[in-house]
């Protein structure tokens, strides 16, 4: 079933074709999404000069998470999967050529940012548990924790690559040309969904409704090892995982430094992110829920570590240690959702899962902006390691003995007992 080349080990992924075909073209889109990122808090300053602005315009490209999430997780589980990635990624393309455009042309205001913003979201909302459960038909149930990997090392290849070359193009022509080179970078992921060879899909059963988000939430709340895993993610994700504000405001507030070395603060996380993405392949007998609780709580006092950092310097050779211990976290954790689902509803749960994930960013972002200006960045991100650390403490104190779980429980099962309870 596609097994043209020989390929073991931490590669094994690649042994599918359709997975070879995919891979580059999403490192091409990576770095365009990466580029966008930088581009638009950028942007962002330079027309408001206020973080309140920048948490803003964070939480409107999330908010769409808050009500297109679950139903993206619905269709992934309904509908072909490689057709609707198309679709997503086509409108993503528009948001981003809209805005370079615009900027170009000197016709850029702040309510376009926020209206692209939030076009961007809706693709990305629907995107995100769609990619999450196709990940499973191009390489099968086997190499699903592999791909998980991989796919985290390519969207980190990414970041090395993205902000740094954002910087250096906003430096030498404004924020104008990022957005273009993400744009173009989506017609890559596209090609590569159209050249894939649909005989080779790990075809899965599929469900007879595409309605029933509410199988999805019963599944996972009767999955201890998958929620704790959600509320871990969701404590992380909203107040942890916040690098482009935290390293937008320590650049130009803290530091005075300029777009190019704000741009390589992203490159110095993603050395981190893409050491640990590589290394998770590495660690697939580590993936148990508890390694999540107690990597989650090394990634927050990195955080709390890294608020007291002295100059640039040193601020941005910690950040590869900030980088390191949220992959690691976030891989184990997306692992742990997937692998274990079964994957009649792995759509639908997945949904749920970025739901969490990215859900509390809407709200995070404008409290982390607002809380930057009244006491200022450092104590910002403080606050932000120290409710990271201890809500991760209660979820262990809480939870510690109930999280292993035998995985592979099919949905007919756990439906049926939740069912008589």
Same mark, same amino acid.
């Given at each position: 079933?596609?097994?043209?080349?020989?390929?073991?080990g931490n590669w094994r992924s690649f042994r599918h074709r359709n997975y070879r075909i995919l891979f580059p073209a999403n490192t091409i889109s990576n770095i365009g999404s990466w580029a966008q990122r930088v581009a638009q808090?950028?942007? /962002?300053?330079e027309l408001t000069n206020s973080g309140t602005y920048l948490g803003i315009v964070t939480a409107i490209q999330f908010t769409p998470v808050l009500f297109f999430s679950l139903h993206g997780g619905a269709l992934a589980d309904r509908f072909d999967k490689r057709k609707l990635l198309i679709g997503t990624n086509a409108l993503g393309a528009f948001s981003a050529m809209a805005l370079g455009i615009l900027v170009m042309t000197d016709q850029i205001m702040l309510w376009h940012v926020f209206a692209l913003a939030a076009v961007l979201g809706i693709s990305t909302a629907i995107d995100a548990p769609v990619r999450q459960a196709f990940a499973g038909e191009i390489v099968g149930h086997d190499d699903l924790p592999n791909a998980v990997s991989l796919n985290s090392a390519n969207f980190n290849a990414g970041r090395l690559v993205g902000p740094a070359l954002s910087g250096l193009l906003i430096a030498a022509f404004g924020t104008g040309p990022s957005f273009i /080179?993400?744009?173009?970078?989506?017609l890559f992921a596209i090609g590569a969904l159209m050249a894939m060879n649909k005989k080779e899909f790990f075809h899965q059963d599929q469900p007879k409704s595409m309605t029933n988000v509410q199988e999805g939430l019963r599944y996972a709340l009767a999955r201890p090892d998958i929620y704790v895993v959600m509320l871990m993610v969701f404590f992380l994700g909203t107040f942890g995982l916040n690098f482009q504000i935290f390293n937008a405001l320590m650049?130009?507030?803290?530091f005075g430094k300029g777009p190019a070395s704000y741009g390589l603060l992203g490159t110095f996380v993603a050395i981190g992110s893409f050491s640990g993405a590589i290394a998770s392949a590495r660690l697939e007998r580590f993936r148990k829920t508890r390694f999540v609780i107690l990597a989650g709580g090394t990634f927050a006092s990195a955080i709390l570590i890294l608020s007291i950092m002295p100059s640039y310097t040193t601020y941005a050779i910690f950040l590869p240690i900030c980088g390191v211990t949220a992959l690691t976290t976030m891989i184990t954790a997306n692992s742990i959702v997937q692998v274990n689902s079964d994957p009649a509803i792995r759509g639908r749960v997945m949904g749920i899962y970025l739901l969490i994930f990215m859900g509390g960013t809407p709200v995070g972002s404008p409290l982390i902006g607002v809380m930057a200006e009244v006491?200022?960045?450092r104590s910002t991100i403080a606050a932000c390691g120290a409710i990271c650390l201890i809500s991760t403490t209660i979820i262990w104190l809480k939870y510690k003995d109930r999280v292993d779980v035998p995985a592979d429980i099919s949905v007919d099962a756990v439906l049926k007992s939740t069912n008589r309870n």
């Open positions: 079933m596609g097994f043209n080349v020989k390929v073991d808090d950028w942007l /962002v300053l /080179v993400n744009g173009i970078s989506y650049a130009t507030q803290e006491i200022g960045i």
